[in-house]
T-cell receptor, first 112, second 117 residues
Framework: EDKVVQSPLSLVVHEGDTVTLNCSYEVTNFRSLLWYKQEKKAPTFLFMLTSSGIEKKSGRLSSILDKKELFSILNITATQTGDSAIYLCAVAGGTSYGKLTFGQGTILTVHP | GAVVSQHPSWVICKSGTSVKIECRSL??????MFWYRQFPKQSLMLMATSNEGSKATYEQGVEKDKFLINHASLTLSTLTVTSAHPEDSSFYIC?????????????FGPGTRLTVL
């Protein structure tokens, strides 16, 4: 059975701090790993990673994948209160339908 | 990114009634859409995979007679919660699969909050 585990499950920081969110996985026929941010509504897409060692960057957010050790990290530097959200890691594998297996999510709270 | 809409965004209904939720891909065609359910402070739980022109594939433990899925066109999938009960109250989210050179991505609709009284 495919499995995705995120850590920590929750994190409380102050504005300006840097955070690292972790995602490890066990998936047959790995295709890609995706990071999403969820605030009050549905998840919004952040990154898709398919190759090891290539960092993807968008502003203060960056992410990298290690296919040998089967994990990914999402970094957020200089956090702001608007970064408070649930961060979801999902892995696509197995069937050709593109089904995603989601981790439990990390609840990030950034205090002013 | 691709835009996915859902309608309605929230619905309140009486126990025993049926509720239909629509999921549309607005600026692209989606042969595959997915339906998820999410409880407060929990992750997304995949309910079923909806393929245009064929029967949906349901995840283990999801009753296909209770959660009817129809993917009648390349831009529309519907989820009907039949004979809804209070325990069906949840946040229902759809997504549409987009295939690209780098791989497949899913874009999510804004979700529908269902409350069954």
């Amino acid at each position: 059975e495919d499995k995705v585990v995120q850590s920590p499950l929750s994190l409380v920081v102050h504005e300006g701090d840097t955070v690292t969110l972790n995602c490890s996985y066990e998936v047959t026929n790995f295709r890609s790993l995706l990071w999403y941010k969820q605030e009050k509504k549905a998840p919004t897409f952040l990154f898709m990673l398919t190759s090891s060692g290539i960092e993807k960057k968008s502003g203060r957010l960056s992410s990298i994948l290690d296919k040998k050790e089967l994990f990914s990290i999402l970094n957020i530097t200089a956090t702001q209160t608007g970064d408070s959200a649930i961060y979801l890691c999902a892995v696509a594998g197995g069937t050709s339908y593109g089904k995603l297996t989601f981790g439990q999510g990390t609840i990030l709270t950034v205090h002013p | 990114g691709a835009v996915v809409s859902q309608h309605p965004s929230w619905v309140i209904c009486k126990s025993g009634t049926s509720v239909k939720i629509e999921c549309r891909s607005l600026d692209f065609q989606a042969t595959t859409m997915f339906w998820y359910r999410q409880f407060p402070k929990q992750s997304l739980m995949l309910m079923a995979t909806s393929n245009e022109g064929s029967k949906a594939t349901y995840e283990q433990g999801v009753e296909k007679d209770k959660f009817l899925i129809n993917h009648a066109s390349l831009t529309l999938s519907t989820l009907t919660v039949t004979s809804a009960h209070p325990e069906d109250s949840s946040f229902y989210i759809c997504s549409a699969r987009v295939s690209g050179r780098g791989g497949d991505t899913q874009y999510f609709g804004p979700g529908t909050r269902l409350t069954v009284l």
